[in-house]
Every structure is written in C-alpha cells, then in structure tokens.
C-alpha cells in the first residue's frame, strides 16, 4: 500500500499556491495600497524589481515623487527637475527620491509639510546636495520631516537649518567645506524653543532632532543650538577617515 503526502504538506502546498496565485489577481489600485504601507528603502524599492507590472507600481507618483535632472521630458506626472519643485509639488506625508549621480543644487529650501527625502543610490555619496556660499543653509525645516541616504554639503553656514517639528536623519552625510571662515560653519542648526511647562505627553510630539548612522566632516560643531533644545543621549563611533554620529537634540 503506497503512503502518500503527510497532510500537512498538502495543506502547506495548497497554502503557498494559494498565496502566489492571490496576490497578482489582486487589481493596480489594490496592490498600491498594499506597497504604500511599505517603508521607500530598501522594502518599496525592492518591490520594484519582481516584475514590469509591480515596478510600474511601486514606482508610481501617488507612492513618491522623482527628482531627476536626466529626464528630459519633465511632462511625466511625479518627476521633477530640481528638489526646489518636487518640494512644492508634495503633499503632505509625500516621499521624494533624489536621483544617484551629478549635483543637485539646494540653497535656502523651506520645507513646510511632513515629507521624506531619500537619495536613490545605494551609498550616501551616491547623492550629493550642494548649499552655494552665501545662502543660510541647504535645507530649512518647519515641519516633522525625514533625510536618508543623502549626503549634504555646504561651503559656509549649515547643512541643515531646523526650525520647528521632529527631524530624523538617518544614514547621511553631512559636509562643511573647509574654509578660513570654518568657525561660522555647522553641520546642524537649530533654533527650536521650548514653552516653559512641557508635559509628558507634548515631549513625545515636539520639537527634536534625532541623528543616527550619519557622518559629520568639518565645521566648528556637529550641531549648533541657539534655542532651548539640547543635546543628549550622544554615541560616536570613530573611523580611520570620519565619525559616524547617533545622537538626539530635545527638550531636558
């Protein structure tokens, strides 16, 4: 008498044909919905190489805006030609990908909504945003915003101006040029105050700035505070070439 299938393989089989057949039957505007609960690097981006259909998908501009200055027909709905536009375009909770390679320029860029910014390249170097001499800074937040994966450099003032909302920076390079001017120069700025009864509650909700996994090279400090935030919680980690930085700037 022949013995066949233990049945939990057969339920397993039946399980995982199921799983595969399910998922591509699901429509565009389903599938969509599913990608945008996934975080842009690496999961959304990773999405994009199964398939013509699910790259089509994951990379569509309801999901994340482009920056791009290789595309010459900027008519394409979610690419844009400079970070500047992109920035306007974005909607609130927007995520904009910056194109690997070349300079992207970025002096004085008020950010005023909840939005990402991530460099496309596989190394923070791979996307460089230059602040020109004479401008405050290259990026200047008003809002709850996120930065990977990008490199920032600036030739005098700060990489990043923080004004008010919770800004996390996660695996980026930041650059201060090196100049006779270097003690005017920081890497991060922020202005940020604190009401004088803060509770519990409104900590968790306010103004900070969190660092993790970046490099900072040059300038007089990695992070100047002129407001009532302060630094804390600081872990550095030295290399032969760079120090890599994990540190929080919040209320005491």
Known sequence: MEVGEPKWKKLAKQSENSINSSINN????????IFSFLSPLPDRYNTALVCHRWRFLACHPRLWLRVDRSVKDHSEPGVYASIDTAVSAARPGDTILISAGGIHRASNIQIKKPICLIGAGELPDDTTLICSRGCDSALEFLSTCKLANLTVRAELGCCLLHRSGRLTI????????SNPLDHLSHAIITTASSPDVVSSVLKSSSDSVSVSRTRIEGGAKAVLT???LSLQQVRVICTRTSLVFWFNVEHS
């Open 226 to 228: 002129s407001g009532t």
């Open 26 to 33: 699901l429509d565009d505007g389903c599938l969509m919905h």
């Open 170 to 177: 996660d695996g980026c390079i930041l650059q201060c040029e």
